[in-house]
């Protein structure tokens, strides 16, 4: 199975936007480690699939919900590199 390079941008895309949303919340929630990675997760899914929605509904781009399972994997592997790095 071929993944079209579409997905490979928002896979990438999704990197950056976990790391830096786990980055975000561990400073802000300095001695919550958990809490702090759900948060990244619950926003990250929620920014994936808000910028498909919008495409959606506004017609501005093409609406694809593997967009944003690529941006919400990509964002679990942002995570966990920035978390491993936290707890190392």
Known sequence: ??????????????????????????FLLD?????????????????????ELFSKFTGKGHYELMDAVAAVVGAVLGIGSVALIQLA
């Open 31 to 51: 001695a919550r480690f958990g809490l702090s990675a759900l948060l990244a997760f619950i926003f990250s899914v929620v920014i994936g699939y808000g910028f």
């Open 1 to 26: 199975m071929k993944i079209a390079p579409d997905k490979w941008k928002h896979f990438y895309a999704g990197i950056v936007m976990g790391a830096v949303l786990q980055a975000f919340f561990s």
